[in-house]
């Protein structure tokens, strides 16, 4: 599996891990939905946190599309939300 | 949905979109590797304003130590000159500035850490965007029509995740960017307006003013005192001054020897 975390290049992830990742990722959703930035952001990095932990860096030139995207630290709920809205902040 | 999937999958609409635009897959490899250069263009570009508007920050934060260095002599001089309150207005003027320094210390390291990324994002783009070129001449040599579309589809959608990640990283340097300059131009004003600066700013500068009348008017009763010691006490001083001028050149006589041999040297 590959995980883009945004602004930091990709990362190749065992397979394996998909339930726990998924488990933190439910964290973060739950504290999306509750605009809870406190939860959020410790949710949010504990996610981070394991991806970068179980995580190899993927090749620079490497041209594989990502199985799961996020953004970095930096991000708060209302980035998080930008990115998911319709427009989304993503150009092109 | 989990927050993972769904900005994955906005990300792959994005790729889709564009992928479904072209007629021909192999007018999509093209089209495609110029909208990377014209990224990168515009990567490095991005890279230059955060390097502008970081100097510019240096620039104004020199500026802002000279003064808080020169309050802090001002201060220094008006305690020895027995003026607490000139000392105190000094120091008081200095801890304000003080703040804002400390302010854009904050944003310059944002910043820096802004130029950082994006450098990095420039040099994973132009890492992709060349392994890109060289599948692109691949899949074009090599074109059936069945097997070229699946690797086609492949290296764009990764070619444009990057692009879409690293257009998002233009677009908050810029902002950051936007925001520096605006701050930038609110700190020059007030350094042209006097609020920040007037202590060091020539004319304006009444801490300097003060010390400075204080000082000649040392200057004017050391002078007068002179004056009245050589029309009272007359030939006392200048003897003083002659065994002075006596004593500097006894010394000097040691020098003449010394001379030559640096001649020779030269």
């Known amino acids: 599996m590959i995980v883009r975390i945004l602004g930091q290049g990709q990362l190749a992830i065992d397979s394996a891990a998909t339930d726990e990742l998924n488990a933190l990722d439910a964290k973060v959703e739950a504290a999306v939905n509750a605009s809870n930035e406190e939860a959020f952001r410790t949710a949010f990095c504990a996610l981070l946190g394991r991806i970068r932990e179980l995580g190899k860096p993927l090749d620079d030139a490497a041209l594989e599309p990502s199985d799961l995207i996020l953004p970095d630290e930096d991000a708060t709920i209302e980035d998080v939300r930008k990115l998911l809205s319709d427009d989304g902040l993503i150009p092109g | ?266």
């Open chain 2, 1 to 266: 949905m989990s927050v993972m999937k769904r900005v994955t999958m906005i990300f792959r609409a994005k790729a889709d979109k564009a992928l479904d635009r072209m007629e021909d897959p192999r007018e999509t490899l093209d089209y495609s590797y110029k909208q990377q250069l014209e990224l990168l263009q515009k990567v490095r570009r991005g890279v230059a304003d955060v390097a502008t508007s970081r100097k510019r920050l240096e620039l104004q934060m020199n500026q802002l130590q000279q003064s808080q260095n020169r309050l802090d002599k001002q201060a220094r001089d008006a305690l020895s000159a027995g003026r607490e309150d000139l000392a105190r207005e000094a120091l008081t003027r200095k801890s304000g500035i003080g703040t804002q320094l400390a302010d854009l210390e904050t944003q310059y390291t944002n910043l820096q850490g802004e130029e950082e990324k994006l450098t990095l994002a420039s040099q994973r783009l132009q890492a992709k965007v060349d392994s890109f070129r060289t599948r692109k001449e691949t899949i074009k040599a090599t074109y059936t029509a069945a097997e070229a579309q699946t690797r086609i589809n492949e290296a764009f959608t990764g070619i444009s995740e990057e692009m879409g990640d690293v257009g998002l990283a233009i677009q908050r340097a810029e902002d950051k960017t936007e925001q520096m300059k605006a701050r930038a131009g609110a700190i020059d004003e007030l350094m042209a307006s006097g609020a920040l600066d007037d202590v060091v700013s020539g004319s304006r500068d009444d801490i300097q003013a003060e010390l400075d009348r204080m000082g000649s008017n040392r200057d004017v009763d050391l002078e007068l005192e002179r004056m009245k010691a050589e029309l009272t006490g007359g030939s006392a001083p200048k003897e003083l001054e002659g065994s002075a001028g006596q004593a500097g050149s006894a010394p000097a006589g040691a020098q003449p020897a010394e001379q030559p041999q640096a001649g020779d040297g030269a």
